[in-house]
Each structure stands twice: as C-alpha cells, then as structure tokens.
C-alpha cells in the first residue's frame, strides 16, 4: 500500500484485509451472486453495480474498524490510515496516476471521496445494516 499508493501503515493493510472480508461476506450473504447475475441482466449497469459493491465491502470494512475502536486495540492514527488508504485506492486517483484523466464511466471500485464516504459510514455506525449501497442511501 505505501510504495503503490502512498498510503503507509499497518492500519493501511488492515483496511484492505477487512474490505477482502467484507467481500467475503458478501458472497455468504448471496449479495455477490445477486450482483453478478444483475451484471449479466444489465450490462449497461455491470460497472455501477460493481461500484456499489466495492463501497459496501469498504463500509464493511468501516463496521470492523468500529469494532476494533470498541475493543480499545486502535492505536492513534490509526483511522487516519485507514482513510487514506481508501482515498488511495479510488478510481479517479488511479486513474489519474495511470493516465492523467479521469473517466467515471469506468468506475469499477468507486471514487476515493466515495469510497472514504462508505469506510467512514461503517465507522461511525458499527452497523452493517447501514452498508445498503444498493438501496439508493448514497454513494
């Protein structure tokens, strides 16, 4: 994360283990299933639904960083990295890095301001129940 992305710490790391989970959670949940056969149905929104699922594993992410903060394991900085790790892996700055523009259309993964948006949702809230990016909430 840090030479890639600028985004260093071992906080950094940990929110793209917990977004991994949060994916994992998605495919237990039939969430990812659902995504791929709606992908299929309409390819014209595959990407939009691909974002709003990368957001929510971000939020999810955000659920498991409250929980951390909860159990009092966080050390200081530690949401700071976590923030900007997600900043780090929007779209819009890969894409600028790798091109030096920015095509939304082909989002995949969401905007750093989006992605930050989701991860600090699951912060705030603790509630995966608040991570209903398909349900028109935001994003």
Known sequence: MQRRFGAPG????????AHEIGHHVQNVLGTATEVRRAQQQRPDLANELSVRMELQADCYAGVWGHSSARRDILEPGD?????AAAAAVGDDRIQRQATGRINPDAF?????????EWFRRGLATGDPRSCDTFGGSGG
């Not at 071992?10 to 283990?17: G, L, M, N, P």
């Not at 949401?79 to 923030?83: F, R």
Request: hydrophobic fraction near 40%.
């Open 10 to 17: 071992d906080f950094a790391q940990a929110y793209v283990i």
């Open 79 to 83: 949401v700071e990295e976590g923030l």
């Open 108 to 116: 995949t993964h969401g905007s750093s301001a989006q992605r930050v």
